[in-house]
């Protein structure tokens, strides 16, 4: 059974930092595309982030620069950097696990940034 853990989130101040985690368990993690949506209250959810099996990274604009997303495959676990966060990055960010045209998904952890 898929499992997939997000945590990290919390409240930030704007220009502030937080990095989420994503832990995956029954899968053979090496072997998934690993990425993060976010879904803002009133608006459809929207991509953010992929990173391959083989590591490479894909952003939306909106984060290009100061999202890093990353993984530790000994760890089975998919990280999310966020830096110069916006009130505009105020949203759920939800992990999730591809692999042959098929997606598992976390659970989601809140992000606020507020002053």
């Known amino acids: 059974q898929v499992q997939l853990v997000d945590s990290g989130g919390g409240l930030v101040q704007p220009g502030g930092s937080l990095r989420l985690s994503c832990a995956a368990s029954g899968i053979i993690f090496r072997f998934y595309a690993m990425g993060w949506h976010r879904q803002a209250p009133g608006r459809q959810r929207e991509w953010v982030a992929t990173?391959?099996?083989?590591?490479?990274?894909n952003y939306a604009d909106s984060v290009k620069g100061r999202f890093t997303i990353s993984r530790d495959n000994a760890k089975n676990t998919v990280y999310l950097q966020m830096n110069s966060l916006k009130p505009e990055d105020t949203a759920v960010y939800y992990c999730?696990?591809?692999?042959?045209?098929?997606?598992?998904w976390g659970q989601g952890t809140q992000v606020t940034v507020s002053s």
């Open positions: 990173i391959t099996s083989s590591g490479i990274q």
């Open positions: 999730y696990a591809a692999r042959l045209g098929h997606d598992d």
